[in-house]
């Protein structure tokens, strides 16, 4: 009987790290992969877990306050830096949301003039203006996949969510993909009209929340990227039936575009 | 001069209040404040002022019962209260009130001031309210797209507590983000908790930072032997170092009210008021606003019930659907609005326990409001086999239409179960109030 194809998803600082409701995304991962007859393992890493390279399949990490994120970034550059870099080249797949995303560049300059080193994988740095509420990227936002996104040739290349958050993240080099195209919402800063990053296998965004199961396509595509590695073999998801969750997407479609 | 712009005030906003109850706009209940306070920011005070015992309830889920469990408890003990009662709860709503209540002359004459204010508003107005009570119910993940962050709302607390430094505090014991405002305030301190057996009910966020607390915090009210029953009512007893009573029948619904149950109760105890009094209007309360009001409605030939339960952050949803687990409930409705009120970014959805659903699924599940399509998607990943139950499932974004079917298909003698966010929850009164005697919520 051929063994049941397993896939492993780290949660990194599930405690710390999850603001409104980026657990969602675990959620979308787990059960996608079911629904298709993998098995899945969680692993919740946290500062007193140790981390040791090539067991995870997928990492995952959310947003947070701000002095939380300060433990968090202090803990994965003393701690997990090495591990994390190894297993990132190695094709390890990543989703980094907010907090996440802002970690994985140079670093973040927060709202009161302190600073967060980043873990310098991808070549972005992030500042806040202020801590006032008023200057936060508040709002529904909704962006379009880059032409040349395989996931958005299969179909489908709107991306929907909501974003909140004080940093503003630039790109320091020309050659950096955005994620998406802003066409709804502010993204990563008010000029540069785009939001997130394609690096390698890392999804950056600052799209918090339930930002996988309203956007299927990406779940989907994390999968596939996490499986090939692993299975070291080209690997064709079964198709679900996600009416529910396209139905969803394209109620803040029809709601929020201009 | 500003006895006389306040006269003029009052009136003013009196008329205005008329005017817009007379069109059917809603209870012009913030209006004339909003108006009024930029113009005249002495107003408050000048008002206030003639209210000698102000008390303030602010945190994120519970100010609403607790504060109506305290007007009832002083109104029975022979005080006349004020009190701000439809939810209008930021600056403008509460001096709305004040120059609705006061007098032809400017005058308000009464013995409490009873105010909910909203968490962020607080500190803003906490020197003019200038209470002698504080009490803060908890603190809850709630509208964080209006704040960002909880420790932020945290904050906004602390700092109006220091505002006043001759309040009384009363704090919930079992959620250590309370326990941690009072660590950092210097007032004399009152705590009210469960029975430690109840308290896997609530997800509360954050640590203790100290230890033996039991031991630590000897003026405190706890709740234990706790019952739920059918209706979603409790029985409960309460505990302090001096006495021990008992509530036979509380009427709002769940574990949490009889948080809010403690807090009116330590807050009226330190008032002097006599313990029969408090058990009398403990038992005899009717459930505010939403917040479990329930009754009956004739469908056809038919008597169904109905519950409205508002849920508005994920504690509270994850609390109200393992109540209605507990109690094997039927027929239920969630209604997800996207209205400011609500908050505009539905992934607290995600956040909320839903999964708890699976311990016993109810037969009829309708789904409505502006965001239905996000609620329908979150069942269909909580649900252990979504697939086998999603006939009970339906979707219709239309609120009355919705609420038309799920009456039809419940049982006669079952109870429709209606979860709504705020906004929902003012159009599902609406539509009951043409249906049955629910009262308006402005009167």
């Known amino acids: 009987m051929k063994e049941k194809m397993m896939l492993t998803i780290g949660h990194l600082y599930p405690e710390k790290m999850n603001i409104y409701g980026d657990i969602g995304n675990i959620i979308a991962l787990k059960k996608r992969s079911e629904w298709r007859g993998f098995a899945v393992n969680i692993l919740n890493i946290s500062e007193k877990n140790m981390l040791k390279p090539g067991i995870i399949d997928i990492y995952f990490m959310g947003g947070g306050q701000d002095q939380d994120q300060i433990e968090v970034y202090k803990d994965l550059i003393q701690n997990k830096k090495k591990v994390l870099q190894r297993d990132i080249k190695d094709g390890a797949v990543v989703l980094a949301i907010c907090g996440g995303y802002q970690l994985l560049g140079e670093y973040f300059t927060m709202g009161d003039g302190r600073r967060a080193e980043g873990l310098r994988i991808v070549p972005i740095e992030t500042i806040a203006p202020s801590t006032k509420v008023a200057q936060r990227c508040i709002g529904n936002i909704i962006t379009n996949l880059q032409p040349t996104d395989e996931i958005a040739r299969s179909g489908k290349s709107t991306l929907v969510g909501f974003e909140n958050h004080s940093g503003r993240t630039r790109f320091k080099s020309d050659k950096l993909i955005p994620l998406g195209d802003v066409l ?38 994390i999968i596939k990227l996490a499986m090939e590695r692993k299975y070291k073999n080209k690997v064709k998801l079964k198709k679900l039936d996600d009416t529910i969750e396209w139905n969803a997407h394209n109620a803040v479609i029809n709601k929020f575009s201009k | 001069m500003k006895k006389l712009i306040t006269i003029l005030s009052v009136w003013f906003s009196k008329t205005l209040s008329v005017l817009i109850r007379l069109t059917g706009k809603g209870g012009g209940t913030t209006l004339p404040g909003y108006l009024l306070e930029q ?43 004020i009190s701000n009662i439809s939810g209008a709860n930021l600056s403008r709503g509460i001096l709305t009130l004040l120059l609705d209540k006061a007098n032809l002359f400017g005058k308000l004459n009464y013995d409490y001031g009873i105010f909910e204010v909203e968490e962020g508003t607080f500190p803003r107005i906490a020197d003019k309210l200038d209470a002698s009570i504080v009490v803060v ?51 004399e301190k009152y705590y009210f ?10 997800a509360y966020e954050g640590k203790y930072l100290v230890e033996n607390i039991d031991q630590i915090i000897k003026k405190k009210l706890i709740a234990t032997d706790i019952k739920l029953k059918k209706d979603l009512s409790t029985a409960f007893k309460v505990v302090s170092s001096k006495r021990t009573f008992t509530i036979k029948r509380f009427s709002a619904p769940g574990f949490y009210n009889v948080y809010n149950s403690l807090a009116s ?30 009754g009956e409605i004739s469908v056809g030939k038919r008597r169904i019930n109905f519950k409205l339960l508002l849920i508005k952050n994920p504690a509270g949803f994850s609390i109200t659907v393992k109540m209605l687990t507990r109690v094997r409930a039927k027929n239920i409705m969630i209604i997800i609005n996207d209205n400011t009120a609500d908050g505009k970014d539905v992934s607290w959805l995600w956040d909320a326990k839903i999964e708890q659903f699976n311990y016993y699924l109810p037969e009829n599940i309708m789904i409505s409001g502006s965001r239905a399509e996000d609620m329908l998607l979150r069942l269909k990943y909580a649900f252990d086999n979504f697939n086998a139950v999603k006939t009970r499932v339906k979707l219709k974004k ?13 049982k006669p003698g079952e109870t429709l179960y209606i979860l709504p966010t705020y906004t929902a929850m003012l159009e599902v009164r609406r539509f009951l109030e043409k249906k049955t005697k629910l009262k308006k919520f402005w009167k």
Not at chain 2, 149 to 165: A, L, Q
Not at chain 2, 193 to 202: A, I, R, S, T, Y
């Open chain 1, 184 to 221: 709804v919402g502010t993204g990563d800063n008010e000029n540069a009209k785009h939001e997130g990053v394609r690096f390698k296998n890392i999804f950056g965004t600052y799209m918090h929340g339930p930002f996988l199961p309203k956007n299927p396509h990406i779940a989907d595509e």
């Open chain 2, 39 to 81: 113009k005249f920011p002495y107003l408050f005070e000048y008002l206030l002022e003639k209210i000698p015992k102000k008390i303030v309830i602010t945190g994120t889920n519970g100010k609403t019962t607790t504060q109506t469990l305290i007007v009832n408890i002083l109104r029975n003990s022979g005080f006349n209260v």
């Open chain 2, 137 to 187: 119910t908890n603190l809850f993940r709630d509208q964080l797209d209006v704040y960002g962050e909880i420790d932020k709302t945290k904050k906004y607390i602390t700092d109006g507590i220091k505002k006043t430094p001759h309040a009384k505090v009363i704090l919930n014991l079992n959620d250590p983000k309370v326990f941690q405002i009072g660590e950092e305030i210097s007032n």
């Open chain 2, 193 to 202: 908790g469960l029975d430690e057996k109840f308290l896997n009910e609530f």
């Open chain 2, 265 to 294: 109760i330590l807050t009226c105890s330190l008032e002097g008021v006599k313990t029969d009094v408090i058990v009398r209007s403990i038992e005899g309360f009717c459930p505010a606003f939403g917040r479990g009001e329930g």
């Open chain 2, 398 to 410: 239309d609120v009355e239409k919705a609420l038309t079917e799920a009456m039809n298909v419940a």
